[in-house]
């Protein structure tokens, strides 16, 4: 554990462990209709204004980070860095904002062994609960959708990383955004318990299968 991170920080991350910890063991074993925010006050013993405190819903406390989000400073990275394969760039940037988040969970506190376990359960619930994988895949949209406006901006910027200058800015950043978002849903297939190395090599790896076979197809 990292001595230089304040004791109130410190705790406020071993209570957002509890509750999730709480959220995904309860739903493995009951099912996500059965399982409400007083039941994961309950086990995490907390308070349901405590609760509130960390988390927005119940859905946030079971499925964790969106699998396309992208951190403060990884997004700024993604902005200000020219790139010659943008969708390469997005993929690193949000497989090393999951895997920076894990890394400070172990740094303060956590063991590997709970990291793997909370995606363990995670990647169970989405495959055995239908509700939920709908509400997953709604907040993949919501995210998608962020990572367009991201692109734009970045090609605004960065005029000389365009592909297809002769189609409008916004059609090109669509596209692009499309093979970044199948990529990470491809991914998302991958099973919970691979290392990080491994989950990264895989992400580059669907990014690499799309755009290969999208430039294997003729017209």
């Given at each position: ?63 964790g980070?969106?699998?396309?989000a992208?951190?403060?400073d ?6 200000t ?8 760039s ?41 509700a ?25 910027r ?11 800015l ?8 499309g093979?970044?978002r199948?990529s ?36």
């Amino acid at each position: 554990m990292s001595n230089e991170t304040p004791l109130r920080e410190r705790n406020r991350r071993r209570t957002r462990r509890r509750i999730e910890d709480a959220a995904t063991s309860l739903v493995v074993a009951h099912g996500f209709a059965n399982v409400t925010v007083d039941d994961i006050c309950r086990d995490a013993e907390i308070s349901r204004r405590t609760f509130f405190n960390y988390m927005d819903s119940k859905d946030e406390a079971i499925l964790g980070p969106s699998p396309m989000a992208l951190s403060d400073d990884r997004r700024e990275q993604f902005l200000t860095e020219p790139s010659d394969n943008l969708v390469r760039s997005a993929l690193e940037n949000i497989i090393a904002t999951t895997t920076e988040a894990e890394d400070v969970t172990i740094e303060q506190g956590a063991d590997e062994e709970f990291v793997a376990t909370l995606r363990t359960r995670r990647h169970q619930i989405l495959a055995n609960e239908p509700a939920v994988a709908v509400m997953s895949l709604n907040r993949f949209r919501e995210q998608s959708l962020l990572m367009r406006e991201l692109i734009t901006e970045h090609l605004t910027r960065h005029p000389g990383d365009r592909k297809l200058p002769d189609v409008p800015l916004d059609t090109e950043a669509t596209i692009i955004n499309g093979l970044i978002r199948e990529s990470v849903w491809l991914h998302m297939t991958t099973p919970a318990f691979t290392s990080a190395s491994e989950r990264t090599r895989l992400l580059l790896q669907a990014g690499e299968n799309i755009t290969t076979l999208a430039k294997e197809l003729t017209w």
